[in-house]
């Protein structure tokens, strides 16, 4: 077993046209913005699956797209989230899990299931939900992460459904969502949205700093001190953890330096 999980950090999908002669070159085709982003980061979240649906070419295409150990997060469709009886989403669920994400491969990371600010917590249509996640789809591992913005799951009864199901949280660090720091998974996924474009790398290096160590802290197996926990008093196993971390704020120009500055500072 090695001592620490990998960390990778990266952005909110690639094609973003004020990217482009900043991010990317100015000589650089759009059709090759994939390509150019992948070797620069080690993983995206991609947004538009969380709109439509794609079909296996597409993602067999972004696979071959990218380098090996890159990893694609995909936001799942908002079929599933945004229901308001989660217990009734299997069918839509199951479409999603069927259009060919298993195409990725080994690029396929967390699936992000992300649930409307308005959306309250309700123990047992949450856990229905939850039950109905897969730990597999066409032989591959599948991982899940979901992000919640309603205070009413700050609650250790919601930590304790994520962790007996093996589901991540975002870690939010939002201007107005709660951040769930807890960790309830084999591994942790942040979305840190607080970036600013007046900063060439998003946040100060102060910042970026502080971020690094808890990345580098969650992937040795521990928990960073200086993040707020639902349940403190909650014991979580030490073992290594792949980490994720994405620069993800309103303006996002400065989004891929961001995560870059932030991977190299957690390789210091």
């Known amino acids: 077993m090695t001592k620490a999980g990998e960390i990778r950090t990266g952005i909110g999908g690639w094609t973003f046209e004020p990217w482009r002669g900043t991010f990317y070159p100015d000589t650089l085709k759009q059709k090759d913005e994939l390509n150019y982003a992948s070797r620069q980061l080690k993983v995206i979240e991609v947004n538009g699956t969380y709109y439509s649906t794609q079909k296996p070419e597409v993602f067999a295409k972004w696979a071959a797209d990218v380098p090996d150990g890159f990893i694609f997060s995909l936001k799942a469709t908002r079929f599933v989230t945004n229901r308001r009886v989660l217990s009734e989403a299997g069918e839509s669920m199951q479409k999603f899990l069927e259009s060919g994400i298993s195409e990725l491969g080994d690029h ?4 992000l299931w992300q649930f409307a600010p308005t959306k309250k917590f309700d123990p047992d249509d949450f856990e229905a939900f ?3 996640l897969p730990a597999k789809q066409d032989g591959l591992a599948l991982k899940h992460v979901v992000e919640v913005r309603h205070d009413s799951f700050k609650v ?6 994520l962790e007996k199901y093996n589901v991540a949280p975002v870690c939010a660090e939002h201007f107005e969502y709660p951040m769930i720091a807890d960790v309830t998974a084999d591994f942790v996924y942040a979305r840190l949205q607080k970036g600013s474009d007046d900063i060439k790398t998003c946040y100060p290096e102060k910042d970026l700093k502080a971020w690094a160590d808890r990345l580098k802290t969650w992937a040795s197996g521990k928990v960073p001190d200086d993040l707020p ?3 403190a008093g909650r014991k979580v196993k030490v073992e290594p953890r792949d980490v994720f971390a994405f620069m993800i704020h309103e303006g996002k120009v400065n989004a891929p330096p961001g995560a870059i500055a932030l991977q190299q500072e957690v390789a210091k």
Do not use: R, S, T, Y
């Not at 396929?108 to 699936?111: A, E, H, I, M, Y």
């Not at 250790?156 to 459904?161: C, D, G, I, M, Y």
């Open 130 to 132: 939850l039950k109905l």
């Open 108 to 111: 396929l990371g967390p699936l």
């Open 229 to 231: 926990l639902i349940d």
């Open 156 to 161: 250790p009864e919601f930590v304790a459904l």
